[in-house]
């Protein structure tokens, strides 16, 4: 759901601990046991009411949905606007301010019919203008927001009454739901748009359950229960407004501030980091959530270069990866799950069966293949390039500490074989720019999009001089992506990626290595809080103990 | 880093009674440049000798040893990734002494120029010192972090941004005491017995210069030591791989509570090398240079 | 005197206009185009070369430039990258949490820092001083960071004596005030002991002696008045220095300043957040010097200005 480069520290503090929009749970992943009632029954009036404090580790820097991908902001979006649709907890898609939607015969025109008399919190009311007006506003001025590139597909848009909006595309886009179900899709409300005249970086209305109280920048940000909600999606048992009366971001950029921060009681909810989770899993005041993220890390080839444009070299470096050392060293065994595919298995498309088509550790196949490529060794020394070179290649990834733990283990890993590996961490935003200039030999970082279309956005051919930063393009694997951004059929289309991944997993651009998985420490004062199947919280029948 | 600015505007003014020079006092001074000399040598040699002095590899990573508190196997405990405290410590040495010598030299020889140029042209003048102003006028982290991030975490960028950030300080000190010297009337003299600048820059500007300019290397030398680990502290500094004090206490604000050993031994080594430098800098400044203390 | 002001004023634009045109090349040197770190990890080609486009990054660097010029002659220097918003709201915004901890600061080290010069004055020679000028040498040397980290450890995990969140309360700016406070409190106390004894050595110091004055008036009234002067103008420096100077432990503190958003927005490369903190920060420096050449002036009629 997030675009962001994945920063593992925001990724834990944040993602995805708050639903924000809708969640995803596919079938593959064993449902988690969501958290039963309390047996008690208590009464709706004595749940309102209460603060509930959550930890932010930056400023949201603005609330205009359109011009921003702070994850912050992303995920208090979840809780002023409301989407068109929602994922339910069985991955499909259903109706949150739509009611109902058809899909014409030629997969490119989206009709969708609106429910009636809800407002927005300024009291104006919801309606197809107000959807119209949102989109045509994301596509003048959103280029910062994640989704934009998805409504460039969008060709026009009608509102043949109040209650139908329609949606014309240019070509079939099967990802357009989960686009659509992101917090990033919330419906503004146009007055409140004109009254602040285009201006809503500090103005944020919609119909969601809270509204925009407070913001001291750099401080924290107090948004309010909106009492007149009225709630759509069906895993919630309360069909009404929010019990909680308020819910306060507190920006506490320091990890250790934000520990002590949960110790005081100053907060009640805190993404936990490894070394963290045997103390509060002990604490009768915290109960610990295990959840998923929608993301993995990979190790990349620089397909573009030689001598990894040849997927030989490819695959005799990924079988010296270890990745269930790096699970156990960097993250303790706790905070990730090793990947056997490029979609991680918290992602629609993901398929255990594809395991056989892993580049599994095996030191010595790694060396018998660098052996037979040419990659001799001197007596004791590092292995030398088929010409005689020295051969160094070098791992470009962030400065995040997570990511220079696993650069050194991967140094450690490679020497195993007889390659020396050189690590240069940049600073991320000067990795984004380094990547298209194809300058590094391999590349670390995470992806984090919950779609499997993730194809198109990281291994395909227009997306080279990009966001593939690994520059590579495969004619047989742009065909599979393009018939998977196309094809409306859930089953057809996930067979497609199924195709995709074990093409991937064949000629190894990507060695994917694992997925984030947050610990999520929340105050047991706090009620009634729900767990989607992947793990991620949900609060709309949660209530604060008095 | 920055908070220390005010000091180093202001060399003149610190310190230092010009009346009242007990023999207590004088000693007192010595004793400064004594210990201070001693610690700095102990530094020193730590830094040369670090592989026969560390008791593990700084750079291996034992998992299951990890944030081990003291103990006779580690001294001072060990780190987040296993890595012996103490050893990091140690060959962290390397990187606080070696950026300090880079800085101080580079600042030595680029400062004292652009000093004697502006001090005795006068029509250079005015053009150095505007751009000097300038430069000081610029927070001296930003600058730095500016260059590591455009340049990329290796050392030699690390000596080079605290370079750019320490050289106009000690321009003016030198310019200063070129222009004070330049209407004397042994300079005079000089012109008028025909010597070329560059004669009289090298054998009479320049020799006058040395007093001052050792005092002032000293602090540089310090601030230079503070400005590595800050910018290591702050993640804009030397490469991951190399052991500083700087990114150990970075490495510690995430364990500050469990592991608060990870913190104290790096954080000491820090504040007993500026220490030492700052006792030397002191002790110098009286011996070699009593003109800047009468002003 | 009015026109000497006026003089120094007139001659800091073109400091200023080097410190802008400083920050706008520096910035063209760092690798990572704003563009690409705002459109994150996911953007199109297209929509990069659109944000540039809008944000004006498209242009020849000369225009870029002249633009930021023209903007600024017409009182803004422009708009956050990232939130939109003006730089100059951005930076109001923050400036009084700046403030009030510079002010808190400054205030600390006056007091501890001449208190303890005094006190080591008095007993010059004697082991009080030594000790004392030996703490302040010892509060020169420690990192502030380093002292961030301990007072954390000490007052806020370990006693839980103050709060480790929040911004608004006294006690909250306590733990930043006093690491920010130690390093000038130190340069005080150094200078204060030796401006005292150098004027403790003064004629009209024995004169007041010599005419029976107890010990403790003469050097209330009148050593500590004279030795007061380069304290003051220490005074000032360190103002416009803290001012701009707190980056480190603002970040630690994670205090709303000037500090931590102008570190924040390097790396977030928002450079019209970048441009607005240096000019500022560099505004403060220049000012701060100013002011203290003409309290120097003022308390010591000895100096003219021409």
Same mark, same amino acid.
């Given at each position: 759901m997030l675009r962001v480069v994945c920063l593992?520290?925001?990724?834990?503090?944040?993602?995805?601990?708050?639903?924000?929009?809708?969640?995803?749970?596919?079938?593959?992943?064993?449902?988690?046991?969501?958290?039963?009632?309390?047996?008690?029954?208590?009464?709706?009036?004595?749940?309102?009411?209460?603060?509930?404090?959550?930890?932010?580790?930056?400023?949201?820097?603005?609330?205009?949905?359109? %011009?921003?991908?702070?994850?912050?902001?992303?995920?208090?979006?979840?809780?002023i606007y409301d989407t068109l649709v929602y994922q339910d907890l069985d991955t499909s898609y259903k109706g949150l301010l739509a009611e109902s939607w058809s899909v014409s015969?030629?997969?490119?025109?989206?009709?969708?019919?609106?429910?009636?008399?809800?407002?927005?919190?300024?009291?104006?009311?919801?309606?197809? *203008?107000?959807?119209?007006?949102?989109?045509?506003?994301?596509?003048?001025?959103?280029?910062?927001?994640?989704?934009?590139?998805?409504?460039?597909?969008?060709?026009?848009?009608?509102?043949?009454?109040?209650?139908?909006?329609?949606?014309?595309?240019? @070509?079939?886009?099967?990802?357009?739901?989960?686009?659509?179900?992101?917090?990033?899709?919330?419906?503004?409300?146009p007055s409140a748009v004109k009254a602040a005249n285009d201006d809503i970086g500090r103005k944020a209305i919609g119909t969601g359950p809270y509204k925009l109280k407070e913001w001291q920048t750099g401080q924290f940000i107090t948004l309010e229960r909106n009492a007149d909600y009225k709630q759509f999606q069906a895993f919630y048992a309360n069909k009404g407004a929010p019990y909680i009366q308020e819910l306060r971001y507190k920006v506490i950029p320091e990890p250790t501030t934000q520990l002590a921060a949960l110790d005081a009681g100053e907060i009640d909810l805190l993404g936990l980091r490894? %070394?963290?989770v045997p103390k509060y899993g002990g604490d009768a005041r915290f109960k610990i959530y295990d959840s998923y993220t929608f993301g993995l890390t990979y190790l990349g080839f620089d397909t573009a270069r030689k001598p990894f444009d040849d997927a030989k070299v490819r695959q005799a470096l990924s079988y010296a990866v270890n990745k269930d050392e790096i699970v156990q060293v960097v993250f303790e065994g706790k905070l990730a799950k090793a990947q056997c595919c490029p979609i991680a298995e918290s992602i629609q498309g993901y398929d255990p069966k594809l395991k056989e088509f892993e580049l599994k550790y095996d030191a010595a196949k790694s060396k018998q293949l660098l052996d037979g490529l040419g990659y001799k060794a001197a007596a004791n020394g590092p292995r030398a390039s088929p010409d005689g070179k020295p051969f160094q290649p070098v791992l470009y990834t962030t400065n995040s500490d997570t990511h220079g733990k696993i650069a050194t283990l991967l140094q450690a890993q490679f020497k195993a074989v007889g390659v020396d590996l050189q690590v240069k961490q940049l600073e991320s935003g000067a990795l984004l720019a380094a990547t298209p200039k194809a300058e590094h030999d391999l590349y670390l970082n995470g992806y984090s999009w919950n779609e499997p279309d993730m194809f198109s956005l990281f291994l395909s051919c227009d997306r080279v001089k990009s966001s593939n930063?690994?520059?590579?393009?495969?004619?047989?694997? @742009?065909?599979?992506?393009?018939?998977?951004?196309? *094809?409306?059929?859930?089953?057809?289309?996930? %067979?497609?990626?199924? *195709?995709?991944?074990?093409?991937?997993? %064949?000629?190894?651009?990507?060695q994917p290595l694992y997925m984030p998985v947050n610990k999520t420490a929340v105050s047991t004062k706090i009620k009634d809080v729900k767990q989607a199947q992947s793990g991620g919280l949900l609060f709309h029948d949660a209530y604060i103990a008095k | 880093m920055t908070e220390r600015a005010a000091t180093l505007t202001l060399p003149q003014l610190i310190e230092q009674p010009a009346t009242h020079r007990s023999w207590l006092a004088t000693l007192?001074?010595?004793?400064?440049?004594?210990?201070? !000399?001693?610690?700095?040598?102990?530094?020193?040699?730590?830094?040369?000798?670090?592989?026969?002095?560390?008791?593990?590899?700084?750079?291996?990573?034992?998992?299951?040893?990890?944030?081990?508190?003291?103990?006779?196997?580690?001294?001072?405990?060990?780190?987040?990734?296993?890595?012996?405290?103490?050893?990091?410590?140690?060959?962290?040495?390397?990187?606080?002494? !070696?950026?300090?010598f880079g800085v101080s030299l580079s600042v030595l020889m680029v400062g004292t120029l652009i000093g004697l140029l502006a001090?005795?042209?006068?029509?250079?003048?005015?053009?150095?010192?505007?751009?000097?102003?300038?430069?000081?006028?610029?927070?001296?982290?930003?600058?730095?972090?500016?260059?590591?991030?455009?340049? !990329?975490?290796?050392?030699?960028?690390?000596?080079?941004?605290?370079?750019?950030?320490?050289?106009?300080?000690?321009?003016?000190?030198?310019?200063?005491?070129?222009?004070?010297?330049?209407?004397?009337?042994?300079?005079?003299?000089?012109?008028?017995?025909?010597?070329?600048?560059?004669?009289?820059?090298?054998?009479?500007?320049?020799?006058?210069?040395?007093?001052?300019?050792?005092?002032?290397?000293?602090?540089?030398?310090?601030?230079?030591?503070?400005?590595?680990?800050?910018?290591?502290?702050?993640?804009?500094?030397?490469?991951?791989?190399?052991?500083?004090?700087?990114?150990?206490?970075?490495?510690?604000?995430v364990v500050l509570r469990q592991a608060p050993w990870t913190m104290i031994l790096p954080g000491v080594a820090l504040t007993l090398s500026v220490f030492a430098l700052n006792l030397l800098g002191d002790g110098l400044r009286d011996l070699l240079d009593p003109r800047l203390r009468r002003r | 005197m009015t026109r000497y002001i006026i003089r120094r004023l007139i001659l800091a634009i073109p400091v200023l206009f080097g410190v802008s045109l400083g920050v706008f090349l520096m910035l063209q040197l760092v690798p990572g185009d704003p563009a690409l770190v705002v459109a994150g990890d996911s953007a199109s080609p297209e929509t990069i070369a659109r944000i540039r486009h809008e944000l004006g990054l498209d242009q020849p660097l000369p225009i870029q430039y002249l633009t930021f010029l023209e903007h600024l002659l017409h009182g803004s220097?422009?708009?956050?990258?990232?939130?939109?918003?003006?730089?100059?709201?951005?930076?109001?915004?923050?400036?009084?949490?700046?403030?009030?901890?510079?002010?808190?600061?400054?205030?600390?080290?006056?007091?501890?820092?001449?208190?303890?010069?005094?006190?080591?004055?008095?007993?010059?020679?004697?082991?009080?001083?030594?000790?004392?000028?030996?703490i302040a040498i010892i509060g020169l040397s420690v990192p502030t960071f380093w002292i961030a980290l301990l007072l954390i450890m000490l007052f806020a995990l370990t006693l839980r004596w103050l709060p480790v969140t929040g911004a608004s309360s006294w006690q909250a700016l306590l733990m930043p005030a006093v690491a920010l406070s130690l390093h000038s409190a130190a340069v005080k106390a150094r200078i204060t002991r030796s401006s005292m004894l150098e004027v403790m050595g003064q004629e009209y110091i024995r004169t007041a002696r010599a005419k029976g004055l107890r010990e403790r008036g003469v050097i209330l009234r009148h050593a500590l008045k004279n030795a007061l002067i380069p304290i003051s103008t220490l005074i000032g420096l360190q103002f416009g220095s803290l001012l701009g100077g707190a980056f480190i432990i603002e970040t630690i503190f994670g205090w709303p300043g000037v500090g931590r958003l102008a570190v924040q927005a390097i790396f977030n490369r928002d450079f019209p957040i970048i441009q607005g903190t240096v000019l500022l920060i560099a505004v403060a420096y220049l000012l701060s010097n100013l002011v203290v050449d003409i309290v120097y002036g003022w308390l010591d009629p000895r100096i003219r200005y021409n």
């Open positions: 593992i520290v925001f990724g834990m503090v944040l993602l995805g601990v708050v639903a924000c929009g809708a969640p995803a749970s596919p079938a593959s992943v064993a449902p988690l046991p969501s958290v039963a009632p309390t047996s008690a029954v208590v009464p709706e009036q004595s749940k309102l009411g209460g603060t509930f404090n959550v930890a932010a580790i930056t400023d949201p820097e603005t609330l205009d949905l359109h %011009q921003t991908s702070n994850p912050v902001a992303s995920t208090i979006f979840g809780w015969a030629d997969n490119k025109t989206l009709t969708f019919t609106l429910r009636k008399g809800l407002k927005f919190t300024d009291g104006s009311p919801f309606n197809a *203008e107000a959807v119209k007006f949102t989109f045509e506003r994301l596509k003048r001025v959103g280029a910062k927001s994640p989704i934009f590139e998805t409504f460039k597909n969008v060709t026009s848009m009608d509102t043949p009454d109040d209650a139908t909006f329609v949606l014309n595309m240019a @070509e079939p886009y099967a990802p357009i739901f989960h686009d659509m179900a992101t917090s990033y899709a919330g419906i503004l409300s490894a %070394q963290d930063r690994v520059l590579y393009c495969n004619q047989d694997l @742009e065909k599979l992506i393009k018939a998977g951004r196309t *094809e409306l059929d859930q089953a057809k289309r996930m %067979q497609i990626y199924v *195709e995709a991944q074990k093409l991937t997993m %064949q000629e190894a651009p990507w | 007192g001074r010595r004793k400064n440049i004594t210990l201070g !000399g001693i610690v700095l040598v102990a530094m020193i040699a730590i830094a040369l000798l670090a592989p026969l002095i560390a008791t593990h590899d700084p750079l291996k990573l034992v998992v299951q040893d990890r944030l081990q508190s003291p103990n006779s196997a580690h001294l001072f405990g060990t780190d987040t990734q296993g890595r012996d405290v103490f050893s990091r410590v140690v060959y962290g040495a390397r990187l606080s002494l !070696g950026v300090g001090g005795y042209f006068r029509r250079l003048d005015t053009p150095i010192m505007r751009v000097m102003d300038g430069m000081m006028a610029f927070p001296g982290i930003i600058l730095a972090i500016a260059i590591m991030a455009a340049r !990329g975490p290796k050392v030699e960028n690390v000596i080079l941004a605290l370079s750019i950030v320490s050289t106009p300080r000690l321009a003016r000190v030198v310019r200063s005491v070129v222009l004070s010297l330049r209407e004397t009337q042994f300079i005079e003299a000089a012109h008028s017995v025909g010597c070329t600048a560059q004669k009289i820059i090298r054998s009479h500007l320049l020799p006058n210069c040395v007093s001052p300019l050792i005092v002032q290397i000293s602090f540089i030398f310090a601030e230079a030591v503070i400005g590595e680990a800050s910018l290591s502290f702050l993640g804009a500094g030397a490469p991951p791989e190399v052991p500083s004090w700087g990114s150990m206490l970075n490495d510690s604000r | 220097l422009g708009k956050s990258i990232r939130s939109n918003r003006e730089v100059m709201t951005e930076i109001l915004e923050r400036f009084p949490y700046t403030l009030a901890l510079a002010l808190a600061a400054v205030v600390l080290s006056t007091v501890f820092g001449v208190a303890m010069g005094i006190f080591a004055a008095i007993n010059r020679g004697r082991a009080a001083d030594f000790v004392t000028m030996g």
